[in-house]
Each structure stands twice: as C-alpha cells, then as structure tokens.
C-alpha cells in the first residue's frame, strides 16, 4: 500500500496504480474510498475495466443497489466491463434479487461440580421476501427455547413479522412478535449507520427482550432493554468497539452493562489467518441480589483475552464451495462483588461451508468455564447455523 501512495505522489494521474489502490480499500472493507478512487481514474481513463467494476462493487457493498442495477443495465458498463466480471456481478445483483433463509440451533449442558444444573436447547428461523424497491424487505420470525433448570421446565415461544430496510450507510428493522405466556405484543427495533469507512454505530431496542436469562423467564420476569454498541476499524487488521447497554426488568431491577473490545489480527495469508480479541466487561444491577434469581451480585468485573484461528480446508471457485476451520480459545478473569475473583476459559472449533456462492452452513462445538454466584459452572454446547437464498 505504501509503494502504491509513494507512486501516486510521483504520478497523480496514473489510472494502473490508482486502479490498484482502489481495488486494496476495496478488499479492506473501505467503499468510500475505493469509490472515490475508481471515479478518478474514469476521468482520466473512462474505458478503465477495473474501475466500472469497482464502482458496481461498492454500490453493492453500500447496499445501494438501485445504482448499481442501473450501471449493469447501461450500454457504456457492457462495453467496458470484461464479461466474466459481468456475469460475476449480474449473479450478485440475481442472488440479492432472491428470498431468503436463516436457521440458527443450538443445544447446551451446564454443571457445578460435575453436577448438572440445566440444559438448553433453541432454535431461531428467520425467513425473508425478495426485496421491495430494491431497499425493504418484510420477513417472518420464529424463536423456541427450552431450558431445564431444575426443578422447572422453561419453553418459551416468539413468533413475529417485520419490516427490514437498507440504503447505502443506513439500516433498520422493526419487528412485533407475539410471546408465549406474555399479555401484548412484543415490539424490537433494530438500527445501524456507516458514517465513515471502518466506522459504525448502531442501536437496538425491545420492549421484551428474546434473550431474557433463562432464570428470569423461569420466574415470569420480562425485560424491556436498550442497546448502544460502536466500533471503528483502521484497517482489515485493528479495530475497537464500545457496547452501552440498559435493561429495564418488571421485578423493579435496573441492569447496567459496558462492553469494551479491541483487535489485532496477527497473522494472514490468503488461506489462514490469526486474530487476537481482547475484552472487558462491567455489569450493575440495582436490585439486592438475595432478591433476584438471574444474575450473580450486583456488581461484577470481567476481563477476556481470545485467540482465532482460522484456515482454509478446501476450495473449488467454479461451484464457489469452501471449507474453513475456526479454532477460538479465550481465558479470563471474573470478579463478583461478595465471592472475588474466578478464573474464565473457553474453547470453541467450528467449520464453515460455503455450499454455494447463496448458501453458507456451519457446525460448532464448545467447552467454557464461568463463575456463577462464586461457584465455577461449566458448559458444553453444539451449534448449527444455515443461511441460503433460493
């Protein structure tokens, strides 16, 4: 990148080298800037093939996709573009064009002392339109958990509807659901903003939060929360990120949490990569913890570092098919108010397939280990994720 911004100080005008560094903000999740820089180089090369592509690319990555089916469609685009990145990105534009699926499942033990104190079990099935517009999208949703905690069995059921909308740097949802055992609708709004490139905020607000804890639902207790989260990338490499977050709970508990992250990826080629995390967390409740059966004292601090690994198994780039590996093991430390500090691990491998260049699935397995009210639990769980357009 250096040698790249070295050259164009030599020479402004050279569209080979500006094509270049386009195409690296590109890959570095920058639309603006490469943007910016594909439009430089059609001023002083329009027939650049590169930079028609990139401009389509980074409409499509700002969600804009009203300008980039208008590009495709245009007479000066076919002309220009070479025909394998045409058929590439009218494929894009078709598969956006199309409805879509999500499965998300997962099973779970916990234990003290090798004794089990429950089990869980989820699933959540996400199904969406085409979209409206070419911005809006009305999907339909339905969540179950199951957990047993003894001496109780918790289901709890969450059917909603909604509406999702996009546009360039802006990004909503709005959904009501009806929840088992709950009188009323359940209401949760969903927004994020890309004000600038590695740069992003977003908001989520529920007037029945569906991740209400286990212990909580088991004793009729419902949560309205409200969730502030920002993050900032320098590159494809660094980034920080800050999570604010209230929770408004019927038994007159108000819940505070913060969230602060940061990472650093290590290592990366095109067929593996290395990521270190690191977190650290702060959560207060207002109500007497004798008096609460879901949370552990009202104060707590915690502190996580993880490592990621992640390596390519197998790819076939005619049927878009791929396989990755994901190994990700974190340790920590846990202080409570009241029982101090406990030490925190947890292990996780996962394989990712791309079935498709419209179809993803993933598998995981993991081990963790965390201190609830001063006693260390452990948990062991499986997932199965699946995402597809049709």
């Known amino acids: 990148m250096a040698r790249l911004d070295r050259l164009l100080e030599e020479a402004p005008f050279n569209p080979d080298a500006r094509s270049s560094r386009a195409t690296v903000y590109s890959w570095r999740g920058w639309p603006r800037r490469a943007r910016a820089e594909a439009d430089a180089v059609l001023t002083v090369a329009p ?10 690319q980074t409409d499509m990555a700002l969600d804009d996709w009203r300008d980039a089916r208008a590009a495709l469609a245009s007479e000066d685009v076919e002309q220009n573009l070479s025909q394998r990145d045409l058929l590439e990105l009218r494929r894009r534009l078709g598969w956006h064009d199309s409805p879509e699926v999500t499965f998300e499942s997962g ?68 959904e009501v659901a009806g929840v088992d055992g709950q009188p009323g609708p359940a209401a949760v709004l969903h927004a994020a ?57 019927n038994d007159t508990n108000r819940q505070l949490n913060a969230l602060l992250r940061f990472s650093q990826r290590l290592a990366a080629s095109a067929r593996a990569k290395l990521t270190w995390n690191t977190y650290a967390g702060y959560t207060h409740d207002t109500l007497e913890a004798s008096r609460a059966p879901y949370f552990d004292p009202a104060h707590a601090t915690s502190e996580e570092t993880e490592l990621k690994g992640e390596w390519l198994g197998r ?20 202080q409570q108010a009241g029982f101090g500090a406990h030490p925190t691990w947890a292990a996780r491998y996962e394989q990712r397939w791309s079935l498709s260049d419209h179809a993803d ?21 499986v997932t199965v994720n699946y995402d597809g357009r049709f």
């Open 107 to 174: 099973y779970g033990t916990g234990s003290q002392t090798n004794v089990a104190t429950y089990r869980d079990w989820m699933f959540d099935a996400r199904a969406y339109t085409a979209p409206i517009d070419e911005s809006y999208r009305v999907f339909a949703h339905l969540r179950q958990t199951h957990t047993d905690i003894s001496p109780s069995t918790l289901v709890r059921t969450w059917g909603g509807a909604g509406l999702e909308g996009t546009w360039r740097a802006l990004s909503g949802s709005l």
């Open 315 to 334: 790819h076939d780039p005619v049927s878009h098919r791929s396989l990755w590996h994901v190994v990700t093991v974190s340790v920590g430390d846990y």
């Open 193 to 249: 903003w890309l004000p600038a490139d590695g740069a992003r905020l977003g908001l989520q607000a529920a007037t029945s939060d569906p991740d209400t804890p286990a212990r909580a639902s088991a004793a009729d207790i419902r949560e309205r929360t409200l969730q502030l989260s920002s993050g900032y990338d320098w590159n494809e490499s660094t980034g920080i990120g800050a999570d604010l977050g209230v929770g408004q709970f």
């Open 47 to 56: 027939h650049d093939t590169d930079a028609h592509a990139l401009q389509i």
């Open 361 to 381: 699935f993933s598998i995981g397995l993991s081990r963790s280990e965390h201190p609830y009210d001063g006693r260390p639990e452990s948990r062991t769980a």
